[in-house]
């Protein structure tokens, strides 16, 4: 079975950094696409950041665009999520998330329901 173990979240101050991890584990190949999500209190899950390195995909939300930077180490099985400039609105539960293997994103931007497999989240929380 497939299973993610989100971990890296804390408290930091705005414009600080932290460095969040996807641990997979039971992935049969690399086709897999990876993404990051996150839900802040009353508001919906919204789609952060995806990679799938075999076929060259990386996407950015707009509004991580220039802070957040997503990479894998495809020998560990990890994905990670650095996020620097973090500010107040970045406060919310982060998930990793992977689609099944070979599966293409249909929907722009990747929605939650194109995603199989769900980490439990890790809380990251900004303060001003």
């Known amino acids: 079975d497939v299973q993610l173990q989100a971990s890296g979240g804390g408290l930091v101050q705005a414009g600080g950094s932290l460095r969040l991890s996807c641990a997979a584990s039971g992935f049969t190949n690399d086709a897999y696409t990876i993404a990051w999500f996150r839900q802040a209190p009353g508001k919906e899950r919204e789609v952060i950041s995806c990679i799938n390195s075999r076929v060259g995909l990386i996407y950015y939300a707009d509004f991580v665009k220039g802070r957040f930077t997503i990479s894998s180490d495809n020998a560990k099985n990890t994905v990670y999520l650095q996020m620097n400039s973090l500010r107040p609105e970045d406060t919310a539960l982060y998930y990793c998330?992977?689609?099944?293997?070979?599966?293409?994103?249909?929907?722009?931007?990747?929605?939650?329901?194109?995603?199989?497999?769900w980490g439990q989240g890790t809380q990251v929380t900004v303060s001003s």
């Open positions: 998330a992977a689609t099944r293997p070979y599966y293409s994103l249909t929907y722009y931007p990747p929605r939650p329901n194109e995603f199989d497999y």
